[in-house]
């Protein structure tokens, strides 16, 4: 089974300020197809889950410019340019090349 | 709009079995896979089962391969996940989604 490892597992960031989140994979979510299965949610207080990021980098529809994924192979990044309030939550990487695996989340607040 | 709704969460006893619904609407729901996610109490997200939008391939995590069986109606737009054999630390959050598009959930409770 592929394992997801995120760092760190809480964040505390000024308004304004940028934020990272690391995702390691156990093994390349590099496909035979070219495609890279690395997938990131946020996962707000009472809501569902939402999905920001698919296949590495491509925002989802309506996801904010100030949310960006970068990486490859096994070690993945999602960036916040400038956090705001409303980027409270647990985030969570997920891998979709072999089964569905998420990484153990990390939890952003406000300082 | 694009909604999927969750039903038939509930108290259930060690051993106990239950079957979850969803109800697609707003979207071509036989394009899409399925999935159910859950959420324990204080817990992260656990993925459980995959089924493509044919229904013709299903996968299940670990955990709960044996014992949960997945499946859909496409002339109904729902999606099923029939639980057996529950055990306590089946409590928690279910989840319907393509991914893109989630449910709000339906709460399952295992115990005595």
């Known amino acids: 089974d592929i394992v997801m490892t995120q760092t760190p597992l809480s964040l505390s960031v000024t308004p304004g300020q940028p934020a990272s989140i690391s995702c390691k994979s156990s093994?390349?979510?590099?496909?035979?197809?070219?495609?890279?299965?690395l997938y990131w949610f946020l996962h707000k207080s009472g809501q569902p889950p939402q999905l920001l990021i698919s296949e590495v980098s491509s925002r989802f529809s309506g996801v904010p410019d100030r949310f960006s994924g970068s990486g490859s192979g096994t070690d993945f990044t999602l960036k916040i340019s400038r956090v705001e309030a409303e980027d409270v939550g647990v985030y969570y990487c997920m891998q979709s090349l072999q089964l569905l695996t998420f990484g153990g989340g990390t939890k952003v607040d406000i300082k | 709009e694009v909604l999927l709704l969750e039903s038939g969460g509930g108290l259930v006893q060690p051993g106990g079995s239950l079957r979850l619904s969803c109800a697609a609407s707003g979207f071509t729901f036989n394009r899409y896979g399925m999935n159910w996610v859950r959420q324990a109490p204080g817990k992260g997200l656990e993925w459980l089962s995959y089924i493509s939008g044919s229904g013709t391939t299903i996968y299940y995590a670990n955990s709960v391969k044996g014992r949960f069986t997945i499946s859909r109606d496409n002339a109904e737009n729902s999606l099923y996940l029939q639980m057996n054999g529950l055990r306590d630390e089946d409590s928690a959050l279910y989840y319907c989604?393509?991914?893109?598009?989630w449910g709000r959930g339906t709460t399952v409770t295992v115990s005595s």
């Open positions: 093994q390349s979510l590099l496909h035979s197809d070219g495609k890279t299965y």
């Open positions: 989604t393509s991914m893109d598009v």
